[in-house]
T-cell receptor
């Protein structure tokens, strides 16, 4: 079964620190990768997408992809209390018919 | 105004009742999806549709049915609700011609089956 794995957390970081969230996936042929942020009781919000090996930066967020090692990560610089949420990793797996497979999410807590 | 809307936002019903959840979008996207979310289990795909004439089962379609009434509307039905269908339900859309399957979610429907 094709899977996407995330540590459920909670991951606690102090305000202003870098938060590092990780995700591994089982399908080596996967082509596109997404990070969603979800506040409690709210819908997932797309914050980053990445398709090529390496880093992609958008403001305080950096997505990192390593297809050889089958992992994708999200770095949040200068973490703020408002970043406290669950972060979902999603993967469009090869042969998945353009469907996304979601991890169960990592809960991030940014402490004052 | 929200691009993807869901109605109702909250619903409490009894076992055996028929329930319909509705999703509408103004994004002009071709593809629509229904997910349920349960604590610890993440988002699981129920049904998806790539155009009005295309309906596909997802990971957990048993006990559910869908209707794609128009490009902009995709409804999820529970023919005879049972308590383990209590969950948060999300509709999502993506664009056939857009970036590789970026999906955008509606606000969700919290369904409780007693």
């Amino acid at each position: 079964q094709k899977e996407v794995e995330q540590n459920s957390g909670p991951l606690s970081v102090p305000e202003g620190a870098i938060a590092s969230l990780n995700c591994t996936y089982s399908d080596r042929g996967s082509q596109s990768f997404f990070w969603y942020r979800q506040y409690s009781g709210k819908s997932p919000e797309l914050i980053m997408s990445i398709y090529s090996n390496g880093d992609k930066e958008d403001g305080r967020f950096t997505a990192q992809l390593n297809k050889a090692s089958q992992y994708v990560s999200l770095l949040i610089r200068d973490s703020q209390p408002s970043d406290s949420a669950t972060y979902l990793c999603a993967v469009n797996m090869e042969g998945g018919g353009n469907k996304l497979t979601f991890g169960t999410g990592t809960q991030l807590k940014v402490e004052l | 105004d929200a691009d993807v809307t869901q109605t109702p936002r909250n619903r409490i019903t009894k076992t055996g009742k028929r329930i319909m959840l509705e999703c509408s979008q103004t994004k002009g996207h071709d593809r629509m999806y229904w997910y349920r979310q349960d604590p610890g289990l993440g988002l699981r795909l129920i049904y998806y549709s790539f155009d009005v004439k295309d309906i596909n089962k997802g990971e957990i379609s048993d006990g559910y049915s869908v209707s794609r009434q128009a490009q902009a509307k995709f409804s999820l039905s529970l023919e005879s609700a049972i308590p383990n269908q209590t969950a948060l339900y999300f509709c999502a859309t993506s664009d056939l011609s857009g970036t590789d399957n970026e999906q955008f979610f509606g606000p969700g429907t919290r369904l409780t089956v007693l």
